[in-house]
């Protein structure tokens, strides 16, 4: 069996050249419109991370909606009791 060893390109920028840091661990790296990430490993816990919270918005917009027309049930039932 080969065994492959995945080469890592971590390319390193100095402090004084334009740069960006990464949104994930903050290091520097080459200012790149098309990646926000210094690696892969970073992008993956990055997109992990935003799975989580669009999940926890979608849950908490069921909840708003459950209320409102929790709310209005209540009122059309006191309504209609009120008016019969
Ligand atoms: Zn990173």
Not at 25 to 30: D, K
Not at 60 to 80: A, D, E, H, K, P
Request: charged letters at 30%; a positive charge; one cysteine or more.
């Amino acid at each position: 069996m080969l065994i492959i060893s995945e080469q890592k390109t971590k390319r390193w920028v100095r402090k004084w050249e334009p740069h960006k840091h990464c949104t994930v661990c903050g290091l520097a790296m080459e200012p790149d419109p098309d990646n926000d990430f210094c690696s892969s490993e970073c992008e993956t816990k990055y997109r992990k991370w935003e799975k989580k919270q669009k999940k926890k918005d979608k849950t908490f917009t069921y909840i708003m909606i459950g209320s409102v027309v929790l709310i209005i049930v209540i009122m059309i039932i006191n309504f209609t009791l009120m008016g019969g």
